[in-house]
């Protein structure tokens, strides 16, 4: 389930997709043209920033998430704002927040859209968890997982 599965199929991702309140769903936001926006620990840090105050805001409660050098996976439970409005302000702002905090980035941050997954009752919400957090073992990143700085779960 790499980022990379996601890309291809664009804007047919959002046919179909529901918002539903209380639901738990995997969403996935990749960079423009994939560049390695997030090595920059700052800019990391900007974004990770921005989804806790969506969490702080009861827009979302934060269950598990990692930010990888070009993308986001973020495993939520949905609070009152729908999906399309919540990864909006995400993206919006994180990419106002990091464009003005570097001289070195400016305009667009994110690819259009997002990848989202709603999670079914049978699907154990503590192996989705795992597969989010362990993206940069499986990405080479580090050895590991506590290694890796911008990742964090409930469960810890």
Do not use: C
């Amino acid at each position: 389930m790499d980022s990379s599965h996601f890309a291809h199929r664009g804007h047919a991702l959002r046919r179909g997709r529901i918002s539903e309140p209380g639901r738990l769903y995997l969403l996935t936001a990749i960079t423009q043209h994939r560049k390695k926006v997030f090595y920059d620990w700052q800019a990391a840090r900007l974004l990770i920033g921005e989804m806790r105050e969506l969490h702080e805001q009861a827009q979302v409660r934060s269950l598990a998430w990692v930010v990888m050098p070009d993308h986001l996976h973020w495993l939520v439970e949905l609070g009152p704002l729908p999906l399309a409005p919540l990864m909006q302000r995400l993206k919006s702002r994180s990419a106002i927040a990091i464009n003005k905090a570097s001289a070195n980035s400016t305009g667009r941050l994110w690819q259009k859209g997002f990848h989202d997954h709603a999670l079914r009752r049978e699907e154990a919400v503590l192996d989705v968890a795992r597969y989010v957090v362990a993206n940069p073992l499986r990405a080479g990143l580090v050895a590991r997982l506590g290694d890796y700085p911008h990742w964090d779960a409930v469960w810890l």
